[in-house]
């Protein structure tokens, strides 16, 4: 028989439920019903001619047990809407069973497995739908009763012919269909993907996530898709299929295959005219339906059926322009209307809960469409389907990340209230939200408005409102679920007889002519014009409802605003004696006002009073204080209800400031400071009456007393702060000072006779020491306060470093007749990244500090180490301990504070344990002390710090001794006559010759007069400074091509970022003022013998290296831009335009650094730094240097 070829003639149905007894099997598997369509052809079957053997068989097995497969392989077997099994096979064996006269039992495996092992063990007799290419070997098949010629499907839109042989064509075929074997062993070159079911497969193709479909033509004729075309048979002969059966049940085998071949051919025709497409039209006449007793009676009874349908669900069932229901499920109640006589009355409903709620209420007695589902099931009866439909998921457009429901983790997920995949996807996928609706309108509209990610709707309304709404903003992008999404009637669950009714009709119908109906209603095939009225009915109506609703309101408002009014005029006169005494109370006071009876019961008050307790004036009218709630501490509302009774009792009015916690009825607590009165007032009989008060809120005026006072206290205390540190630094400069000026003044007059006092000249120098690393401390206060002291960390060895700062003090400590030592582990590692000198600076305070303290005894500092591997650290302990006299306890929390000392005694700034215990916490670390009085002292310094690689031995060597320099000529410029002086006597002390220059111009003249080897000149001078005289230099020796000179920069900034300006205005090194001989002979062996050749002003050969053609380009352009930038950095001085200034200079400094213009950084930053007016001075700086700059280029330009 080929399926492909079946005539379309109609042919009666009837419903057929083959009862079933129970069969021992595990959790994969379920008892099920067949179903059977039934023709007239059936009626009269054959008898077989029975041996006495199978006359015995039958006998003693009187239950055949079938075993199906979970798989779907329409149209030999699928589950229908109540998960029965029907379909070709379904009808041959409920045949087959009626002529052997025994009884079926059908289990469903889910685990093909196990099906199979059941048929091997017998406890199954039989399996339907299968082929030779699917037995094991020690299975048999019975003779064929149907065969099947397997197609390849492609989508509508693709023109092109799949191709014989698939070659590299993605094929979508259904898991159990043929082995995977069998189909490589005609298409060995196409790429096979096999789906769970066919509708995943077709879904695949049709979706575009396949190129051809494989298998059967049944079900990709069916309705649920329409966009799939049969584009050739399959290079394979056809399938035969058969009723599986264990070799060893022979007896069994002899009576299955007789049966099949003893059936009639027009029994066979009717199965096959049933099931298959292409049936044509759909003929009436002839059709019976054996109707009950009992359903007669119903429909005699109920001749007119109330029936509820959307008002728009289309093609399904929806109301037209002219109000008309129309669509499948309408087309289909006039089929059972015109088998049965019934008569259908339709009426709408908004939304498919408000269906679902009036028939299960019996208001109505059916729905014309609804998905079937467990939670629905709960409430109504189905019918069964007469349409079989797919649920998709449809998305927008522009959303290419969504394709099926593993996508959609994390975002939200729209669908109808109750539908059967609800639940589903509730189990497994928990992290999709789930967003319900009432409809399936209402489910697309949430996509339009974005509220939700993608939706699931059944295909045939979503191609429907995507024709027509949707079609340039949603796509259909995947089916959902693996079962069918039927459409059928619903009824109350107390109509039982009406269901059974339709049933009969519909099961009357072939699938083949059902889906005529449904394919005439194809959303490609009609689209119904949107009719406003029908579309927006419920909001037009509750609009109107709204609005009568207000207006009524509103009537019965006025209403109640007159009668108030009248009511107000009365009271107006029956009280006017009570609203004479409040007069002023209502004239709108701007603060809370009351009356109180002689009972306390508040009689009236003003608005402020209302607002500040949080009350309404109806419900405070007769209470107390106490009862109105309106203070927060009860024992608070107690007093002032007896200051109420005092103030009448004594007929003597209060009035003071109190505090009160208000309690509003809405909000938090609300705490006031008020100016409180309270005052008796009679009757005009002379009678006391009760009590008037109220009070003014200064809680402001006290929080602005209170902010006052404080500020107050803490501009005091700045103050004394102020006063202190001015005293304590006056003391501390003019000490040192006194001694310096004293002593040189000793030394002069001695000098002046002829007598040197070298005793004098050592004073006034330690003095002079004293005092400049006083002004280091107190900028290492200023700069660790204001976070602007960074670290220098560089390989270093901790222990030399130690030992340095120990041989430093030895001369000390041999002074005071004490011991000095340095204890380190001898296996300790040395090396670690470190600032040198901070680290110098701590050990320097605690050694300075233990000596000073110890007058009898021995100074000891212990340095140890802890290497964490793992972190790449050292962590280092600086211990110092002496004999000293010790601290007391009370004394000790101070000493870490500034200007704090233990003994005013000694000499000292109080700072040095302050600034070390900040350079500890810098690296990590910190700085604790214990102490004893009598005993001595202890103080603990720990840092951590990174490993480093060890110190070369070549960067370990001292650096060559001064006496080792040659006599140089040197320039010194100065604005400053003393300074020249005496740079001049220090340099000509060590042996060089000396030149002076008084400004940076004549600086400038002088170097291009002689030959120099070393220039030194202060940074800070009018005129032309320091930086700018560098630069200038630097540029004449690029122009002369000239080797470059080491120059010194000579400041009194002692901040830490003075040497990185002088290094990047083109010097080689920084001096400090003050300044030692040492100072200046260990600058002159710095640069000289390390001197690194200067920065010149345009450096090109990051850019274009060697190739003169690629820097002429850069040149030109450099140039042009440059001139651009003057021209509008003129125009913004002329404006006093400061801002955009700031915005310019930031594109100026950009051209700078490509060509290391060090002199133009130094101006931008300038710029960049300065504020307001100053920042337009530096502006005018900026135009100096970029005409300079300008003219480099000019020159460079004509070089090239």
Known sequence: MKFWRWPGIGLGLMLSIVLFGLLPVNAATEQIALLNRVTPASESLPELTLSPAAKSWITQHPVLKIGVLSQDWPPFAQRSSRNEMQGISADYLIQIAQMLGIKLQVTRFYNDQEAWQALQRQQIDIMPNLSAWQVPQDITLSVPYASVQPIIAVPMAQNQQPGYYLTDRRVAMARGFIPEAVFKRYYPLAKLHVYDNYQDAISAV?????????????????????????????????????????????????????????????????????????????????????LSEEELSWIKNHPQVSVLTLENYAPVSFIDNDGNVRGIGPEVLSLVALRTGLNFRFSSASTVTSMINQVAENKADMLVSLT?????????????????????????????????????????????????????????????????????????ALLDDRRVDAVINTLINSEYQILAKYADEFKIVNTVGTNPAYIAFAMSKDQPILQSIIDKVLLSYSTDELDLIANRWRPNNMVVANSFWYQYRTTIIASLSVALALIMISAVWAFYLRRQITLKQQAQEALADQNQKMRQLVDGTPFPMFTRDTQGRLTDCNRHYLDTVGNEKASSLGRNIIEEG????????????????????????????????????????????????????????????????GWMDITERQNMTEALRIAKDQAEEASRAKSTFLSTMSHEIRTPLNAIIGMLDIAIQKGKQGELDMQALEVATESADGLVELIGDILDISRIENGRVDLDPKPGNIVEIARSVVNTFKGLALQKQIELTLRVPQDMPHNVQIDALRIKQVIANLLSNAIKFTDIGSV??????????????????????????GIAPAQQHHLFQPFEQADNRRKGTGLGLYISQSFCQMMQGDITLESVPGVGTTVTASVALPLAAAVSAASAEPPTSPEQLAAMRIMVVDDNAANRLLMHKQLTLLGHQVMEAESGE??????????????????????????????????????????????????????????????????????FKPCTLDDVRRALTEVVQTAPPTSVLLDFSMLAGDDKTLKARIVGQLLRSTRYYLEELQQLLSQQNSDDLLTLTTHIMTSAQTVNANFMLHACEAVKKANGLERLTAGYALEKALKRFSVLLEGESTLN
């Open 206 to 290: 049709a979706f575009g996530h396949a190129d051809a479909f494989f298998g059967d033509a049944f079900p990709v004729s069916r309705n649920f898709l329409n966009n799939m075309r049969i584009a050739q048979y399959a290079n394979m002969p056809e399938i035969n299929i058969g009723f599986a059966l264990n070799k060893q049940n022979t007896l069994l085998l002899d009576l299955v295959n007789q049966a099949i071949t003893t059936l009639p051919a027009r029994f066979k025709e009717e199965v096959l005219q049933s099931w298959l497409p292409g049936r044509g039209e759909m003929t009436l006449n002839g059709r019976r339906i054996d």
């Open 860 to 885: 000891s500092l212990q340095v140890s180490q802890q290497v964490d591997v793992r972190s790449n650290f050292a962590h280092i302990t600086l211990q110092v301990k002496d004999s000293g006299v």
């Open 630 to 693: 309106a203070l927060h501490d009860p024992q608070k509302a107690v007093e002032v209800h007896q200051m109420f009774m005092d103030v009448m009792a004594n007929d003597t009015p209060v009035s003071a400031d109190r505090h009160y916690v208000l309690n509003p009825h809405s909000g938090e607590p609300q705490r006031l400071a008020v100016f409180f009165w309270v005052q008796p007032f009679r009757d005009a009989a002379g009678k006391m009456a009760g009590v008037l008060g």
């Open 372 to 444: 079937p589902s467990r939670r629905r099931s709960e409430v109504l009866r189905f019918s069964l389907g007469y349409v079989r439909n797919a649920f998709v998921l449809v998305v927008r457009k522009e959303n290419q990340q969504v394709i099926r429901l593993n996508d959609l983790k994390g975002k939200t997920l729209g669908m109808i209230a109750g539908n059967g995949l609800e639940d589903f996807i509730r189990q497994r996928y928990p992290e999709i939200k789930l967003v319900t609706a009432n409809d399936a309108n209402h489910v697309m």
């Open 1002 to 1071: 004549a600086g400038l003249a002088l170097f291009h007069q002689h030959d120099w080897d070393v220039m030194i000149t202060d940074c800070n001078m009018p005129g032309m400074d320091g930086y700018q005289l560098a630069a200038a230099i630097r540029e004449a020796e690029q122009r002369g091509q000239n080797a470059a000179i080491p120059i010194i920069g000579f400041t009194a900034d002692a901040m830490s970022e003075a040497r990185s300006r002088c290094l990047r205005a083109g010097m080689n090194g920084c001096l």
